[in-house]
């Protein structure tokens, strides 16, 4: 199993309100890396985009638990099979937010992809902290 973890961000809102931000698909496109992404598609409860140079990711709403976690799923738009779930840790009115991918990768492929998930992840993090900070 591939885990790859974004950095952790701190945004000066409640956790319920950044998990009823993320229950919507349509905003996840905010998070996403401007310029980098086309053939964006949202019908609320999922999403599917091209990232520049890459594949077709297609991510739909999988559960979870407000507002401490949000959990997607990857839709059959996607290359292989993964789990992306949003951790949000409340205290003194600020919350942590934080990503973690999980995906049963091949060692060429997690080769391949594991830098630029990185990157995406930690780019949605900071986009998080910017658009609710």
Do not use: Y
Not at 5 to 22: G, M
Not at 61 to 80: H, N
């Amino acid at each position: 199993m591939t885990t790859i973890e974004s950095k952790k961000v701190e945004i000066r809102k409640p956790a319920a309100e950044l998990h009823a931000f993320l229950q919507d698909m349509g905003n996840f496109q905010q998070l996403l890396p401007e310029g980098r992404i086309s053939e964006w598609q949202s019908d609320g409860k999922s999403c599917s985009f091209k990232v520049q140079g890459a594949a077709t990711i297609g991510l739909a709403l999988d559960g979870g638990e407000a507002p401490t976690l949000v959990r997607m799923k990857a839709t059959e738009r996607s290359p292989f099979p993964f789990t992306l779930d949003v951790h949000l840790q409340e205290a003194n009115g600020t919350t942590t937010a934080w990503q973690v991918f999980n995906a049963d990768l091949n060692p060429f492929i997690k080769m391949m992809v594991e830098k630029p998930l990185k990157n995406l992840f930690d780019h949605i993090a900071d986009r998080m902290a910017a658009i609710h900070g």
